[in-house]
């Protein structure tokens, strides 16, 4: 398995006691597939996915990502590990408006540290994810030149520009039409299956689940198979 959440619980102060934000969560995801995470909002999905991003570190239970356990590892271990293993696609782009479609994914290579070498070579691997993404003819555009389905696939290809284990992806359709959010979620399963990564999208939207691997709802911090 890629990634592994293993009796997982987190809790938060909440006045004079805390809030249990995830309970005894239990998630597995092999490479190679999509598991979908559906519930309300406060259910405790974004929880999840700060969790397994390692950017929480949960009261209780097991994370492990790509064989590596988290547990007991330094802030600057969690961060290499969150470089190399874990590609992460947020709810909005965020694309810095100065850099064109294929800096923003060259930009990666560079927060690595990479050499000289490793730079010239991350320019090749940057105009094949904005191909596999069908934006080879928007790589040199910039942010206000796409449109917001087109910003979105730029924010996808990015999160795997560092060859991730696992993608973790938030809400990625919640700017977007139903037709444009269809879309997205094709890409990303096909995505999941091209580069064999382990990938979590949260959503509150059940409608373009069909092709998800496996589909888990989130309620006040407990994961199960959803209902109805």
């Known amino acids: ?4 959440l ?3 619980t987190l809790t938060y102060p909440d006045g004079e006691g805390r809030l249990t934000a995830l309970d005894r969560v239990g998630l597995a995801v092999p490479a190679g597939s999509l ?3 559906v519930g309300p909002s406060g259910s405790g999905k974004s929880s999840l996915l700060a969790v397994a991003a390692t950017l929480i570190t ?3 239970g097991r994370v492990c990502v790509a064989g590596t356990a988290t547990a007991g590892l330094s802030a600057a271990e969690r961060a290499v590990l969150r470089r190399r293993s874990i590609g992460i696609v947020f709810q909005q782009p965020n694309l810095l408006p100065s850099l064109t479609a294929a800096e923003q994914l060259e930009v990666m290579a560079r927060l690595d540290g990479r050499r000289t070498a490793a730079r010239r070579a991350a320019r090749g ?3 094949e994810l904005l191909a596999a ?3 080879a003819d928007r790589a040199d555009r910039r942010p206000h030149q796409l449109s917001g389905g087109q910003r979105q696939r730029v924010n996808i290809a990015r999160a795997l520009m560092n060859e991730p284990s696992v993608l973790l992806v938030d809400e990625p359709t919640s700017a977007l ?5 269809a879309a997205v979620l094709d890409l990303l399963v096909r995505l999941t299956r091209d580069r064999g990564t382990a990938t979590v999208l949260v959503t509150h939207d059940r409608g373009h689940l069909d092709a998800a691997d496996a589909v888990r709802e989130m309620r006040d911090g407990r994961l199960a198979a959803p209902t109805g």
Request: glycine share 12%; proline share 4%; net charge negative.
């Open 133 to 135: 993404v069908g934006l």
């Open 1 to 4: 398995m890629s990634l592994v």
């Open 6 to 8: 293993d009796d997982v």
């Open 35 to 37: 598991t979908a995470v």
């Open 177 to 181: 039409d139903h037709e444009r959010g």
């Open 125 to 127: 691997r940057a105009r």
């Open 58 to 60: 949960p009261d209780g």
